[in-house]
Every structure is written in structure tokens, then in C-alpha cells.
């Protein structure tokens, strides 16, 4: 069993040393992971401090994820709008023109949020929530620290210029992964390309999804953009092809055609250079172990989670033969001897 061990973590130790490639992302700060092994496959100054903008807004979204789980809150709630909210949605910001006084599900906020954009929405989700704003952005501190998010402090709901409300591109792919793995079924809704609210007083507003790889043919479901003067433009994104799921986050991209263009170039690089393997699958038996006096003689050996690693593409057959010449030879040896 241990010479098992050793030979595997050997073998992937020699076929996935790799550096990052020689490629030249346009941005301040960016960072690329494969999904399933969690391996970072390119990263350049992951940890520099950013403004998140409307990135922001993953981490409004999974407060209120994490309240309908614990049954603390329904899609079906309805929050009054304040004037703090509505006051958003006239004053040029992204919005999803609530208006004062209207009753609104949160099924609808959170669809406002997510495809719209909207930072009325925000305001109007976390006041409902929380009471204020303010209260809202401590449970979405509290929360990033919760998902080991060291460098992260939320200062309001929706990214909305605020010096106090700082990030990194690591710790947004951090609570990424952290709602695309816990909650699949509402990340559908960041794929929706757009969002019609029958607003009040006014004819139904559809707007589109501001997410630019949507509208690309290449498999992308997510997940938010970002804009501030100060910051220039971001996006974390995440793509899925043929079971391989990659995250990537990145900020300081000049314009918003260079955003589109150097996401779709990293998620590409990430898909076609490298290859993602199943070392081990979560509960299914590995081997067996010999028992010395014991009620039965032999004991099964498995993990709790399956384990993946990524490799690059030309070491793939290497790896397949590897593991085939050793199971070969592990077979034999358990004819010759119960020992190993």
C-alpha cells in the first residue's frame, strides 16, 4: 500500500513539474485553476490588492445562498424597497430600476444581481437581510474569512467605489469555487444572458448579461464583471468543456475588448495545454490491507474525496503507461508473496 503511495506521488511529482508558460496576459493581476484539483495553472501577482468593483457581488450572492440553505431565508421573501436603494437606480450606476416602496422577491433581487448587474438590488437584498448595508458587508467579511479570503474586506454590497472595500484575484477565485462547487443549481443563473423586470410605473426592462464570454462559442457559464476608474476593468470567469471545469480571475484590463480577449486567451490556454487526470475516486475501494488477527482478514482502503491531478498534455500517455506497467507488476507480486 505505501509503495503504492510512493510510486504515485512520485510519478506526478516528475510529469506535472511545470512552470507557467510564456504567455503574456494584458493585466495587472491574474489567476487561472483548474476546478476539480484545485491547481493553480498560471498566476501573475495573484495577491496584489484590487478594487473588486462589481465582482463584489459573488460574495452578495452567497450570503444570501448560504441563509436559503440554512432555511433562514426564502426565494420567496419579499424586501421593501428603501429610499437608499432606489436612489441607485437614478443616479447612473448598473441598476435593476426598483422603485421606493415596491415589494420585491428575492429570487428576482438575486437575478437582478447576478445577470443586471444591479446595485439597487444589492442595497435592497442586504438591507432586507441584514437591516443595513453596513451590518450586511461585516457578515460578507465575516464569510470571506470563513472561506480563508486573508487579503478581502467588504465595505458595502456592491463594489461601488469605497477605499475599505479591497480584494484580491486569488481570493475572488477562492469564493468562486466556493459557489460554483455548494451551490450549482443558482450558479445556472450567472449563464442567463438576460434579465426582464416588470418594473413600476414603466413598461418591463430586459437587460443583458454584461458578461462578455457568454456571447462566445466556447463553453463559458460565468461568472461577474467589474469596472471602477480606479481599477480599469475585471472579470472572473469560468468555463466548462467535456467534464473540465476551469476558474479565472483577472483585473486591470484596459479596455473592455482587452477583458474579453485576454480572459478567453487564458481559459483557452488552460483547456489546451494541459490534461486533467483521476488518480482516485471518494469511497471506492484502492486496495486492500492484510490483517494480523483480526476479525477479517483483509481490510479495504479508500479516501473521502476523489483526487485529481493536472498534468501537461504530452506527459498524458506517459502517465497511462506508467500506471499500467505498475498495476502489472503489482498483480504479479501478489502471486508471489502476500507481502509487498
Known amino acids: 500500500m505505501f509503495k503504492k503511495i510512493f510510486f504515485i506521488n512520485l510519478f506526478i511529482l516528475l510529469v506535472s513539474k511545470f512552470v507557467f508558460a510564456n504567455i503574456d496576459i494584458k493585466a495587472r493581476t491574474v489567476i487561472l485553476q483548474d476546478f476539480l484539483s484545485g491547481e493553480i495553472l498560471y498566476e501573475k501577482e495573484p495577491d496584489r490588492s484590487i478594487y473588486p468593483a462589481s465582482m463584489t457581488k459573488i460574495m452578495t450572492s452567497i450570503i444570501a445562498f448560504d441563509l436559503i ?24 450606476y448598473s441598476s435593476m430600476f426598483v422603485m421606493i416602496g415596491d415589494e420585491v422577491s428575492v429570487e428576482n433581487l438575486l437575478k437582478g444581481i447576478i445577470v443586471a448587474s444591479g446595485n439597487d438590488a444589492c442595497v435592497a437584498l442586504a438591507e432586507g437581510i441584514a437591516g443595513t448595508e453596513e451590518e450586511f458587508a461585516n457578515l460578507m467579511t465575516i464569510k470571506a474569512l470563513e472561506l480563508g479570503m486573508e487579503n478581502t474586506n467588504f465595505a458595502n454590497s456592491s463594489g461601488i467605489n469605497d477605499p475599505n472595500n479591497y480584494s484580491t484575484v486569488k481570493d475572488i477565485l477562492i469564493m468562486s469555487r466556493y459557489l460554483i462547487k455548494n451551490y450549482p443549481e443558482y450558479y445556472e443563473w450567472f449563464s442567463e444572458k438576460e434579465f426582464t423586470w416588470d418594473r413600476t410605473g414603466g413598461d418591463p426592462i430586459t437587460q443583458g448579461n454584461r458578461n462578455p464570454l457568454l456571447y462566445k462559442n466556447m463553453g463559458a457559464d460565468g461568472i461577474k464583471t467589474g469596472y471602477l476608474a480606479v481599477e ?93 506497467i505498475y498495476w502489472s507488476n503489482r498483480s504479479a507480486n501478489k502471486k508471489k508473496s502476500s507481502y509487498w
Request: net charge positive; no cysteine; charged share 35%.
Open 69 to 92: 440553505k440554512s432555511g433562514d431565508l426564502s426565494l420567496d421573501d419579499k424586501f421593501l424597497i428603501s429610499e437608499k436603494a432606489w436612489r441607485l437606480s437614478t443616479s447612473g
Open 232 to 324: 480599469k476593468y475585471s472579470l472572473a470567469s469560468s468555463i466548462e468543456r467535456k467534464g473540465r471545469r476551469l476558474i479565472a480571475v483577472g483585473s486591470g484590463f484596459e479596455t473592455k475588448n482587452s477583458r474579453s480577449r485576454e480572459s478567453s486567451k487564458l481559459l483557452t490556454y488552460g483547456l489546451t495545454n494541459f490534461d486533467l487526470i483521476e488518480i482516485a475516486k471518494a469511497k471506492k475501494t484502492v486496495d486492500s490491507l492484510d490483517v494480523w488477527l483480526g476479525k477479517e482478514n483483509k481490510v479495504d482502503v479508500h479516501i473521502n474525496q476523489d483526487v485529481y491531478k493536472v498534468i501537461k498534455k504530452r506527459t498524458k500517455k506517459t502517465f497511462k503507461n506508467h500506471h499500467e
